[in-house]
């Protein structure tokens, strides 16, 4: 119980701090103004939406404003199972129609697979089921023996 009251206010106050810097670093240099105030800058490679995210893991409310701002853009901040987080979008790639049709095809190959072997996996123990084993163990004894 002890512990989940730290958490908690541990959590609480990272999101009043976060409110407390998100004005100095949307106009500011993000990097020396988040520096200045003692807290670390993470870079990371570009993350695919649901991917997990360095120090944060995965989280829906980070993917949904991280997807929605342009390159360059700081967000407000986000809170988080631990706390609270800003970002700042440095470059973002979006999906092109050539990817997208090939994404496409990819997709519904897999869906494809997958639903065979459902379906393969589902007729060999419905199959399983109707078998009849008997055990004669003269036969056996003699193969044996």
Known sequence: MHDDVV????????????????AQLKSGDFEAGAKAAGLEVKTTEQIARGAPIADIGVSPAVD?????LPAGAVSDPI????????????ERKDVTPDELTKGRAELRDQLTSERRNRF??????????????????ATIAQALG
């Open 7 to 22: 958490k908690s206010k541990s959590a609480d106050t990272a999101r009043q701090r976060a409110a407390a810097l998100s």
């Open 64 to 68: 949904a404003v991280a997807y929605a």
């Open 120 to 137: 393969y996996t589902t007729y060999m123990a419905k199959a399983r089921e109707k078998m009849r084993i008997n055990r004669n163990e």
């Open 79 to 90: 809170r988080t199972d631990n706390g609270a987080v800003v970002i700042k979008v440095v």
